[in-house]
């Protein structure tokens, strides 16, 4: 497996999230997640977007993070938060999603960020899974989703 560095407007990287969006939502019936998100977003220094590619050159697993500092949506100065974390089905139960995730963490930290933060929700058990087994803890809620009943947010130093 390979891992790159890609624009998240890329061709592979729209093909990814518009998976992920549709798994979104047939879990929570919502349309899929509704967080605004820009290309830039994810740009250097602050951000970065990956794709995981296999043998045969195909995106199998994505994942990014953006900068996020003291706001009026719960996140705190030195944020950096995870978005669109997403394995493909056939792909899953190989490591691909922490192996993603320890790289997202070491650019973030190389970046300067001080704790990595992601939301999710309840109909994601594999995800929480992941994360507290990643050293991720609950923290205050955050985000577009932090009214949300099904929402959880977790966080880690960095």
């Not at 509704?34 to 995106?59: H, K, M, Q, R, W």
């Not at 993603?100 to 190389?110: G, K, M």
Request: one cysteine or more.
């Amino acid at each position: 497996m390979m891992i790159r560095r890609v624009p998240f407007d890329h061709p592979d990287a729209v093909k990814l999230n518009d998976q992920v969006q549709a798994e979104y939502h047939v879990r929570y019936g919502d349309g899929g997640d509704a967080t605004e998100l820009a290309p830039t977003d994810f740009d250097p220094p602050n951000g970065v977007y990956l794709i995981a590619y296999d043998e045969n050159d195909s995106p199998v697993a994505t994942g990014g993070w953006r900068s996020q500092d003291a706001n009026g949506e719960g996140n705190l100065d030195g944020d950096a938060e995870l978005k669109r974390m997403y394995v493909i089905e056939q792909m899953r139960g190989r490591g691909l999603a922490r192996r993603v995730l320890a790289a997202l963490e070491e650019d973030a930290r190389a970046a300067g960020r001080l704790r990595m933060v992601l939301e999710t929700g309840t109909k994601q058990p594999e995800a929480i899974a992941l994360y507290t087994s990643s050293g991720y803890e609950p923290c205050v809620k955050f985000g577009y989703y932090r009214h949300f009943e099904e929402s959880r947010c977790f966080a880690k130093p960095l």
